[in-house]
């Protein structure tokens, strides 16, 4: 988190996902603490918030470098998607059901993000429909197409 303008409001760098998936929630956690959204809005690939008691630069400048989270309650996913942490250290198997490895990492790249996964040798898939056939959190699988150089 880091300050942007001078009337308290914060700019937040997503992590695992758009900067839109954030302008849904009313409110964050900071310190495990509930935080009031007033307003939220994407600004170059990050979210530039009005948070609850935080009214000027001075208090903005506080809150610099902390980390903001959500309440999974709070979030409403869309069909076929997960929580990164639901996934991370799932088996990961080809469509033949070979097994690969195991979802070591997920890395954010410009274009894509990209499952890192370990095994015999480590593989990145980029996390695209292409490559990423399924994501089955309750099963603690993920099922991915290699081709050739993966």
Known sequence: MNTHGVRGEVR???WADEAAFLTRFRRFYLDGAPVK???C?????????SLEGVDDV?????LKGK???IDREDARLPAGTVF????????????????LGILEDVMSEPAASVLVIRGQREILVPDVPAFV????ADAGVVTVRLIDGM
């Open 41 to 49: 809005r994407v600004h170059k690939e990050m979210c530039v918030v």
């Open 12 to 14: 937040i760098q997503p």
């Open 133 to 136: 056939l399924k994501k089955d």
């Open 37 to 39: 959204v007033r307003s």
């Open 67 to 69: 980390v903001i989270f």
């Open 84 to 99: 990164l942490q639901d996934i991370i250290g799932a088996k990961v198997v080809d469509e033949s059901g070979a097994e």
């Open 58 to 62: 001075n208090a903005a400048m506080a």
